[in-house]
Structure formats: structure tokens, C-alpha cells
């Protein structure tokens, strides 16, 4: 495999100008026609012209107008070469590809009849040689040639510049985009499409086109894109002053894709499962995910296509920075009492369960990795959601108002450009006079740090002392680390649980801390160990520490349960009142998981319960923030902190600890359901969706029991269900409940579900992946899913639902201990591999932990791995593989 380095990079030889691309689309074969110029980059050495190509059959060159020989160009490895290129040259390329060979979904393809593409990252050398690399950047021109009746609808980037009739049937429309782009942000689309359009009138007074493309039978679905779309370019405005630079502005759905969607310039490209809802098929959290990903995607147009990424190894300095700012959206979009720290929870746990693993494993990064084999591979939790958090901490550092002067700075200086991660931290410290030299560090260590702290009271003195130390575990090719710049917020807490005031020389306590209730104070730690004294402290403090998550660490902090009861009830900090609470449990869980192993006795402590009980009870909480705070870590937060580990024992623990909860709590569980109100009909907003996620978290602790009367709750409101939201959440209960009589009812209702839903492929989805999390259902459940006539492994959201749920969300399941889950997975890797090796390395990364894994399972999944590794894999997968295996 050849490997990619940071620091061999070496500017273009040539830059192009202009693009004018012609498609004769044709599923079996299409001919692209390539008019590119390019002219000598003054910062190159080199006077060869290098062009990158992929399953592209070549049909001619053209030179300046000459036609090139076979000898004067080489073509090798996917390298178009031609040596001492003129100054300026005009290079008129003819390539063939067959789009409906292509299952990758990357280049042109084909998916339901009709034409996408997808460049993101290396995919437009899938449609002709080019210079495909993201800091040559032109304007296109694109002319689209179809036959109308079978692709009515030709769209490209830009605008709409021409249209018309052509002989035999066919038809052409030309569009030119006014933006410099690269060519990862091309797209085009054909086919039969409709749209839903509105003009909608910007701040400055003028007015632009929005429309969302569905197929047909998709129309009553497309309304809440719209809605998210308005908000999304509202909220640029008014947060950061950003315009929409285009008097057009387009989504399309597509079935087949392999990501959530694609930023591509003037013509977003959206997974379907973004992009559609209505009552009837989407639940709550689609509601939300389709409008931070309409965000996400919007305000990538500045921050990503405006100014873009010199080489893909900056590529979190897009992602990274788009994240935080859809997070931001979403979390001022929600508006409810807590609303803004229930997102933060939100991020805060997907960040915990999915990057926090991937950093302490055989796949860890930094936010700008140094080396990739497939940069495929690096569209990772690490480079979104680690880079957001290292963008929030800027933030953190300056104030709102310090971060908002970086970013004006930074689109000053590089409006246009392809630039780097120092560019942009750059432009945070030149626009607040600071030095953020240290801050670098997040960018290029791997590993989750580890803040230690501890405190020391002084009685007499009226003193507090805090020592904070920080410490990174090594990582592939890091074994030393130095130290972090981390911004650690903290705040105080008497014994009745009332903020005391923080008086110290060594912190500051900034008004400005965005999300921080008064009485915050913020420490910046730079160093291994640092000791920091507060004076005037009447009484020994209950710290809250790490506020707000103010910083991407693991804190180690032993607080006693009473302790962390009373964060829970009462520390002014949401966010810290929510970790309280799942220290709480963690902590309990692991004991309970320990005792699982040794064959002791299960019990839990009255705190535990008492702490739960009074979340449940306070009526003045945010019911979003009461169903977060009630959730239990995840079984994969628990295996985070064990040593070895072992997953049975870890799901037996947790399924104790409901139970448990579920029994000692029974009457407020029913009183919660049965009393929380919400207005008909259906609503999204957050206020009734926190009231329905606390209703149905009730719902399912009380299935925990083996009680028919209350099974029948679940049995009725699926029944009764006006929305995807309650009518998901009774069938997931009754599925995932585990005993004889929860079984049959949702047998019955799976069965019906399927039925009632048969032609809506998001919710044939849902179905597929709430039987393959399911603790009873393994693999040779699975594998009679899979032989179901609605399962394919050639759509990515299906195989994501049925495989990825399986091998990444059923723990004991996967790790079965005669090895039948690892087997289940190995083969439908070498399957995917064969049709789209982006997906099938993503689930060859559900045993980057197997050496964490207790012995028996450890053999059996080293095994599994190398007789992956002895097949023909694909470079995508082979990375993985092998990384996790050396
Ligand atoms: N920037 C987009 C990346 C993307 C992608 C990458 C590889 C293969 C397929 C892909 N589809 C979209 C997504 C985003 O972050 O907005
Ligand atoms: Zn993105």
C-alpha cells in the first residue's frame, strides 16, 4: 500500500482557470469531454502537468488543439503525466465510464434510474483525468446531454445558463457556476425528480431560489428540509454575518449514498434519510438530524467552499469547524430551559461513545493526521466531532466575541484560498492578540487526555488548593506527548448546594464564558501540573469540575455518590448536573459488571436510586433534559473504562441496573407516563419532542418488568401512534424488553410494521436495525434477516442497518463467545468489499478494540481479522485491517 504523508506536500505544478465539461449521460456509457486550462503555477518547480484518473477508459487527447500520440503522455497507476507542458496549456480530454457498473457511489452512479455524483474526496477522478486535488481551483461550465423523457431533469452546480431541445429525443441544459471551486465540490444530477422551490429573501433584501429535488412519490416530504434550509441561512446571518453567495440553492435526495450527505457547491447531494420526513416515517430525532445535517451542509458553503482545505490532511479544518457551528445551530434552534445544554449533552455523548474509543485504538489520528493510505478512511469521529471540540475550545478561550473576531480574520485573509489548521489558528490569535502557539498541540497528538484532579481545604486559611495534572496515553507511532493548552472550567458548590463565589489570582472569571452560569471561573492549563489557590472559601467546596465540557478530556476526579447526588440536584450547571449523574452510574455499573464476573450478589445503593428518583420527581427540570439525565451510559461507555473486557458481563450488569430502577421506581415511571400531555397533532418541536423522549424512556423502563398489564401499554400506543416517534419507541420497548410475553406482542406488531411500511425504505431501515440491536436476536438471526427479500448490501443504509446495528450496537451478541458474531461479520465484509469497499471499512472498524477484549474473545477475533487479511482486500479495507492487526 502506498502511503500518504503531511509533510511531502508540494504545491501544483499547474492551476487550472476554467472547466468546461460536456456528459453525453448514458447508464452504460457515458462520454465526458474535459476542456481544461491550465497555466503554470509559479510555485512549482516542476513543468509536468500531473493527472489523476480511475476506471476511466481514454479516448483521446488534445494539447492546445494537437492531438497527443501515445507517446507524449504516460499514463500509469492512475497517473496521466504529460512532461514539459507549455505555460499555458488547453488540454481537451475524452473519457468513457459506465455508471451502472459503479456500486462505490463515488464518481458518476446510478441509483434508482437515475444519475448522481459524488467527488468528496478523490471521486472526480472518476469522471475524467484531472487535477484532482483540493487546492486547484476553477471555474466550471458544464453542458448535461440525456435523453428527456427518460432524465427530464439535468442539474449541475451554479446556474442555469441555457436549455434546449437536441435531435433523437435527447435534450441539454448548461450550467455556469461564478465561484472558484475544486473539483471535489462538482456535482451533477439527472433523472426523474421533482422539487419543491420557494424564493426566500435574504437579509440584505435580495432574494434567492431554494428548492429540495425528491422523487416523486416523496414530495409530501421534503417541507421540514425547507424549513431547516431557511433557518440554517438566517442563522449564518445573524451569527456570523454570512450571505449566500448564490442566487440559487438546491438539495437533492438520493437512496444510495455513503455518508449523510455532501456539500458540493450550489447543489447540495442529501442521503435520503436527511432529507425526508413527515409524521408518519420520521421520528423526533430524524426531525433534528435532518436539520443540523441541512445546516451542517449550508454552512459548509463558507466554511469549506469558500475557504477550503489545502490537502486533505487539513480536512477537519472544514469538518471540524462546520460541526461546531451546525452544533451551535441546533443548540439555539432548540430554545426550551435547558435546550441549549441538552445539545451539548447530546455532542458531548456522541463524542464519548463513538471518538473516545476510535482515540484509544488501534485507528487513533490527530485532528490533522500526519499519514493515510485512503483518505476515505479519515472521515472519522476524530476529524468531525474531536476537531468541533478543539474548535468550541477556542471559544472557550476568547469569549464569543474573540471567536467571532478570528473568523472575520480568517475570511478576510482567505476568501478564496486553500488553506490549513494553522492558517486558521492563526487568525483566532492574530485577531485577539494572543499567543495560541500551544494550542497546536490539539492538532497534531492523537489521545484522549487525561485530567487529574485534586483538591486540598484549608480550614483555617479559608483556602482551597486545586492540582491539575494532564497526562495523554501513547498512540500508533506517538508514544510521548506534550502538554495540552486546556481550558478548564470550574465552579463551586456549599453544602446545601449553592454557588459560592471564586476569589483567585490564578483564574479568571470571565463573565463572557459562553454557556457558563455566573460564578464559573475558567483555568487555563499548560503545563504537566498545576496548582491553583483560592482564598475565602468558607466552607469545604463540592467541586464541579470540567463545566460545560469545556475541554476534550477524561476527568479523573473521585467524588463520593453523596457528592455527585447533590451535582445532580443542584449544581447551576446543566451540563455538569447531567455528568454528575452518569458518574454516578458508571461508577455502579462497574461495580456491578465486576461483581457479574466474580458471581456476587447484584444490589444497588439507595443513593443511586433516591438521586434517580428526584430527577424523575422535580417537575421545574426540562423533561428533555429529566430523559437524558435518566438514560444509563451506554454499554460502550462502560467497556471505555475496564481494563479487559467482557462484554456479557457488561450487558448483564446494565440490564440489572434497569430492572432495577425500573422496579424501585414503578410508580413514578407510570405516573410520568401517564401524565406527561402532548398537544395533538404532531409537532417536531423540541418541546414536545423532550416531553415524548421522557414519555417513552418511562415507557421502556417499565417494560423491564415481565408485567402484562404494562406490556400492554406499549402494545396499545403502537397501535394508536399517530407518529414514527411513539409508534417506534413501543415497538423498540416491546423488542428489546427479553421476556416471553413482551415476545409475542412485538411479534405481532414487527409483522404489522412491515407491512404497513413495506414501500418506505427509511422505515424498512428502522425495522431491519431495531431486530438486529436486539439482546435476543443472534447471528443466526441475522443471517435470516439478511436472506430477507428486502435486504441488500448494495444499498449502504440498509447494510447500515441490519450489519452495523449487529456488529456495532448489540454487544453480547457480536461478541458471542463461540465466535458466530465475528464470522457473520467477516463475511459481510469480504461481500461489501467486492461492491463498496468506503462501507465495507467502515465495518471492518467494529474490532479496532479486540486487544481490549477478554482472552477467549481476543483469540477468537485475531483469528477473524487475519483470515480477513489473508483475502484480496481493497485498499480502503486493507488500511484498516492491517492497522488493526499490527
Ligand atoms: N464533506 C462531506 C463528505 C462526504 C464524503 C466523503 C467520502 C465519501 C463520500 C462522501 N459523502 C460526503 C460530508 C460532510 O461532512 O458534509
Ligand atoms: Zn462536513
Redesign the pocket.
Known sequence: QKTVYRKNYTPPSFLANTVDLTFDLDPSQTRVTAKTELIHNPQSKSTDIVLYGEDLELVGILLNGRKLAAGEYALENGLLRITKAPEVTRLEIETLICPDKNTT??GLYLSNGNFFT?C??E?FRKITYFPDRPDVMAKYTVTLKANKKQFPVLLSNGNLVEEGALPRGRHYAKWEDPFNKPSYLFAIVAGKLVCQEETFTLASGRKVLLQVWVEKGNLDKTAHAMESLKHSIRWDEERYGLELDLDRFMIVAVGD???????NKGLNIFNTRYVLANPRIATDVDYANIESVVG??YF?NWT?NRVTCRDWFQLSL??GL?VFRDQEFSADRIGTKDGRAVKRIEDVRTLRQHQFPEDAGAMAHPVRPDSYEEI?NF?TVTI?EKGAEVVRMYQTLLGREGFRKGMDLYFQRHDGQAVTCSDFLAAMADANKQDLTQFENWYSQAGTPRVKLRTRYNKKAQSLSLTLSQSCPPTPEQAKKRPFLIPFAFGLLDAKGKSMVVNSHDVTVRKKLADAPSGTALVQLTRKSQTITLTGVPEKPVISALRNFSAPVILEYDQSDEELALLLSADPDAFNRWDAGQRLALRHLLRLTHAVQHKEALELPSTLVEAYRSVLANDSLDPAFQALALTLPSEIMIAEEMKEIDPQAIVQARHFMLQTLSHSLQDEWLKTYQTIRIPAPYSPEPDNAGKRSLRNLALSYLMEGDDKKLMQLAVTQYDNADNMTDRMAALTALTHAGNLTSKKMAERCLRHFYREFRLEALVIDKWFALQATSPENGAPEMRKLADHPAFTLKNPNRARSLVFGFCMNNMAQFHATDGSGYDFWAENILELDRINP?IAARLSRALTQYNRFKPELKKRARKTLKHIASRKLSRDTGEIINKILA
Open positions: 457511489l463515488m459524488q468528496e474526496a471521486g449514498f455513503n455518508m449523510g450527505a455532501m456539500e451542517h451542509e459548509h469549506g472544514k469538518e462546520t476515505n472521515y468531525y468506503q
